[in-house]
């Protein structure tokens, strides 16, 4: 489990407050800007900024800027999740600007992606004692490239030293000048300034207005040197072709480009942005006007993607956000693979959740080769949803899949999603989730404006989250000064599509409740709770920070009193981990936690918690943790009242308030303190526990709706009944000498599992070609990993049998196989089996014959054999199988380059594998032997100058992956709440806590 926190800087000054004259845009993308005092030494300069980029960018990734193009950067900005339509007043520092009239700029950006949303120029006068009293031009009608001067007379009317700022501005619309310079004047003193300039020739034949700061402009004639030829467009443009090229080979690709007095030639810079980043950059142009010439690097797999061509200004600090000028182009990589179709089923998309984009390839050739897939969401979007490479075999078509998803940014409505430079087709894109209604039933009533907001997940199975904000804020969660307080009792109501069903609710909050309604066409969420008080350190991220704190550093430097938000954990990936868990609710103030896990072996409920030692005051920091357990999570341990359950924290014994509720389920409570520490929950040691067989109850249906199972399991009975469920799936126990093995098998018949521990078989009838045979393994790697030999009493045998353990808590496992076969199976066989080596008779794993990996580590062998049917009667099969963390960090292996290959036809060969997040991962494979579970470590280069190691080498377009957004990222703030969306699996309970600023 990864405990991840998001954090960001946010500049002094920034002030969120209601900017006078100035009110919301209507429309977005939109933004005004105006100054509304002047720069004076001494005193902050405030600028009135309002914006609406509704549907532009999700909140969490949300930074509003005032910038100066000049040269200074950011002045100041405002990273705190702000909201997406606002009129806010942000506050330059005193100093940060010298006086003299200006052209600034308000921006607005998503700080995840680096793009530049929209932004305005404005001016901002002086109001200092130095004045401009006059300046001269040396030449009003010039050539184009001919320097002529600019002459200005300052004068300090003060009696103190004062500097002051000139700077020449060539356009009525350009926000970066010409040239400048900086004069500090003694009180009285007077000085006069020349300062050089050109015109180039973009705007030869044109009158342009010059001027000095904010002074009356000087018409300027710059001269057609053409011949009747004609001018050129003033305005700023790059222009590129579309590009086709063939595998293997490079292509050149000629940019256009014209941003004369756009950006200065020092600060140009010329670049290419594709798929994984940045490919290729010229920071050494030799003119504002021109061409460049680059070479696109080869590609190993065919298929089309698209590329930004881009003028960015370095001198800003976030240049590639705002482009001086972009163009965006296509490029058609071919070889014997062809796209045929591809089609999108689900209609509406609801944010949040992954679709499948269906895609039929085919290949006329005589070898296997690859096509890429870059599925695009809108047009002239050049950053792609998601990208997948597939093997297609020789006269052959392919019927792939690539995941999708739509986000928090993108408003409601329709949008033209395109995979490559295909014809695109409408999609309907529709909110996961809203807020119905939030209120106060009882105690103190907000007595400002306070605000709701509700983010989807990130990807399929993620967290869905709620926040109550008071947007005046730079860390809106605090609702301090709202009026809320700690009883404050509110509600919540939010309607959740059926595609989502939320299953655990973690809170900062307290006396929380959740109740989850299954209606006709949605899931009707109510909870109920308090605010609660949460203190903040900016010196820690996660809940493993803390190991690394010095006393000085484990104090709060930030106070939340209170806040209120919520993020719920899909019944989806909770039926993956513990079924039993599903209407868990944690509350906690606690400013980071893990998600609560359960521990088979211990037969017990963990959360990790963590927060500063000493609050903001230095008093020590205590604080508290509450939960609601399940009634079916009760069951399974065996618990009938609050008395049989324990608690401890840090191995210290907690005496825990607890009471019975009318759906069978027990809310605990207690006191903790911090600086960091383990909870851990379960029975009491008296309690018959049934920790070990999580399964006795998973019959239990997950929906509030439903009824609090009862164990079926006996431990003096070894001949377990088949649990019913309300699906069509079956659930098989077998006991033999070694171990009890549990399966559920979905599109057959009736199934039969032996298993010696080592080896396990599921034998199925009728295995149906019209649906996926689906056979659940999940209970596998438990069983093994809880084998005792009952004969073996003495010392060595104990702890044989705790090795033998601990070894299993880190060996890989097959959790469940999916197979789509062309005909019915009267009797199908599987047997799964791992391994450290690889058995006997086959080749040991050095890399597929199609990578060119510098760096192949093997983690574990599988061989899984069929038997009743062939490879052949196979369409395709799925194959989901677990990899514990610690395994992982014994090879030194990062999660992402987790590859499964298959040895078939006398070599291996790398499968499509995807990372399903946490330990879990899944790979596609047309068929079964042997499989060696590998970390790929390919040379990727560095995304700063060039994707050549990316796009030249076959190993890294055979991997399933050139994920831009669907992989889980993580951003970071640095202020509590849940506002921003972090990724859970569908297959593995990864929650997090989330802070924002």
Request: a negative charge.
């Amino acid at each position: 489990m990864v405990f991840v926190v998001v954090t960001s800087v946010v500049p002094l000054g920034a002030m969120v407050t209601a900017a006078a004259g100035l009110t919301v845009p209507s429309s977005s993308p939109e933004v005004q800007a105006q100054a509304q005092t002047t720069i004076t030494p001494g005193q902050t300069t405030d600028i009135g900024v309002a914006y609406n980029v509704t549907g532009a960018v999700d909140q969490s990734d949300l930074t509003v800027s005032v910038v100066d193009p000049a040269g200074q950067g950011t002045l100041v900005s405002n990273s705190s999740s702000p909201p997406l339509a606002d009129s806010t007043t942000m506050s330059i520092p005193d100093g940060a600007l010298d006086t003299g009239a200006k052209r600034l700029a308000a921006s607005t950006y998503n700080s995840s992606s680096g793009q530049g949303i929209v932004s305005q120029m404005f001016v901002v006068d002086s109001g200092g004692n130095v004045t401009i009293d006059s300046y001269t031009v040396s030449e009003t009608a010039v050539d184009p490239g001919e320097t002529f001067w600019v002459n200005a007379t300052l004068n300090n009317t003060g009696g103190v030293s004062e500097t002051f700022e000139a700077r020449v501005y060539g356009q009525s619309w350009n926000s970066t000048p010409m040239n400048n310079t900086t004069q500090t004047l003694a009180g009285g003193a007077t000085t006069t300034v020349n300062l050089s300039v050109a015109y180039g020739s973009s705007v030869e034949g044109t009158t342009q207005d010059l001027t000095v700061n904010n002074e009356t402009a000087t018409s300027v004639q710059i001269n057609d040197t053409n011949d009747g030829g004609g001018s050129s467009s003033s305005a700023s443009n790059v222009t590129v072709s579309d590009q086709s090229t063939t595998t293997g080979s490079t292509v050149d690709v000629t940019v256009q480009y014209n941003v004369t007095n756009s950006v200065s030639l020092t600060d140009a810079n010329l670049t290419l942005r594709g798929p994984n980043g940045v490919i290729d950059y010229n920071d050494s142009l030799s003119t504002l006007d021109g061409s460049v010439t680059f070479t696109l690097p080869a590609k190993a797999a065919a298929g089309e993607y698209r590329v930004r061509a881009a003028v960015i200004d370095d001198s800003m600090q976030w240049a590639s956000l705002n482009p001086v000028a972009e163009d965006v182009f296509s490029v058609n990589v071919t070889n014997n693979v062809t796209l045929d179709s591809y089609v999108v089923e689900d209609d509406p998309l609801f944010k949040g959740q992954s679709y499948p984009v269906n895609v039929t390839l085919n290949n006329t050739g005589s070898t296997a080769q690859n096509y890429t897939v870059h599925v695009y969401p809108k047009t002239g979007s050049y950053e792609a949803l998601n990208s997948s490479t597939f093997e297609v075999q020789p006269n052959s078509e392919r019927n792939v899949s690539v995941l999708v998803s739509y986000g928090s940014s993108y408003t409601s409505g329709t949008y033209q999603l395109a995979v490559g430079n295909e014809t695109p087709v409408s999609v309907a894109v529709d909110d996961l989730a809203t807020v119905t209604d939030w209120s106060v039933v009882s105690g103190p009533t907000n007595t400002t404006v306070v605000e709701s907001s509700v983010a989807p997940p990130s990807g399929q199975g993620g967290l869905l989250q709620f926040d109550l904000n008071d947007y005046q804020k730079t860390w809106p969660q605090n609702l301090s000064g709202t009026g809320l307080a700690n009883d404050s009792e509110i509600r919540v109501t939010l309607h959740v599509n059926h595609s989502y069903e939320p299953g655990v609710l973690i809170a900062t909050a307290q006396n929380v409740s959740m109740n989850v309604t299954n209606k006709s066409t949605y899931y009707e969420v109510n909870v109920t709770g308090n605010p609660i008080e949460s203190q903040y350190t900016s010196n820690a991220s996660g809940v493993s920070d803390w190991e690394t704190l010095s006393e000085s550093e484990d104090q709060a430097n930030a106070a939340f009193k209170p806040m209120f938000s919520l993020a719920f954990v899909s019944n989806d990936s909770v039926q993956q981990y513990n079924p039993n868990m599903s209407g868990l609710v944690i509350g906690t103030d606690a400013q980071a936690f893990t998600p609560p896990r359960y521990n088979e072996t211990a037969g017990q409920l963990e959360v990790e918690v963590a927060g500063p030692h000493r609050t903001v005051d230095g008093d020590n920091n205590t604080g508290r943790f509450e939960a609601t357990l399940p009634s079916a999570l009760l069951n399974q341990w065996g618990v009938s009242s609050p008395s049989d359950l324990s608690a401890d924290y840090e191995g210290e014994n907690k005496t825990v308030n607890a009471q019975s509720n009318s759906d069978s389920s027990i809310d605990i409570g207690f006191d903790i303190h911090y600086s960091a520490g383990q909870i851990n929950l379960a029975p009491a040691e008296e309690t018959d526990s049934e920790s070990s067989d999580s399964s006795s109850s998973s019959d239990s249906t997950t929906s509030s709706e439903s009824e609090p199972s009862s164990s079926t399991s006996d431990d003096d009975d070894d001949d377990a009944e088949p649990v019913d469920t309300d699906d069509d799936s079956t659930t098989t126990t077998s006991s033999n000498d070694s171990t009890d093995v549990t399966v559920s098998v979905a599109g057959a018949d009736a199934a039969s599992v032996t298993s010696n521990g080592e080896e396990t078989t599921v034998t199925v009838t009728n295995a149906s070609s019209e649906e996926t045979v689906s056979i659940d393994l999940e209970q596998l790697s438990t069983a093994s990993n809880t084998t005792t030999n009952t004969t073996e009493t003495n010392e060595t045998a104990a702890n044989a049998t705790q090795a033998e353990a601990a070894s299993n808590d880190t060996q890989p496992s097959v959790s469940k196989l999916d197979l789509n076969l062309s005909s019915t199976a009267p009797e199908l066989g599987v047997s799964v089996s791992s391994a450290d080596e690889v058995p006997d008779g086959t080749p040991e794993y050095t890399g597929a014959d199609s990578d060119d990996s510098t760096d192949v580590a093997v983690i574990d062998y599988l061989q899984i054999d069929l038997s009743g049917t062939t490879d052949e009667d196979i369409e395709d099969a799925t194959i989901t199988f677990t990899v514990p963390s610690d395994r992982l960090e014994q090879t030194g292996t990062d999660p992402a380059n987790v590859t499964l290959s298959r040895y078939h036809d006398g070599e291996w060969q790398t499968l499509e594998t995807t990372h399903l997040g946490g330990d879990r991962y899944a790979a596609v494979t047309p068929g079964f032997s042997v499989f060696a579970i590998s970390s790929q470590h390919a040379d990727t280069g560095n995304e700063t100058t060039t994707e050549d190691a990316t796009q030249t080498e076959p190993a890294s377009e055979t991997t399933a992956s050139e994920t831009t957004t669907t992989a889980a990222q993580t951003t970071q703030s640095d202020a509590p709440g849940f506002g921003v969306t972090v990724a859970l699996t569908a297959l593995a309970l990864v929650a997090a806590r989330v802070w924002r600023d």
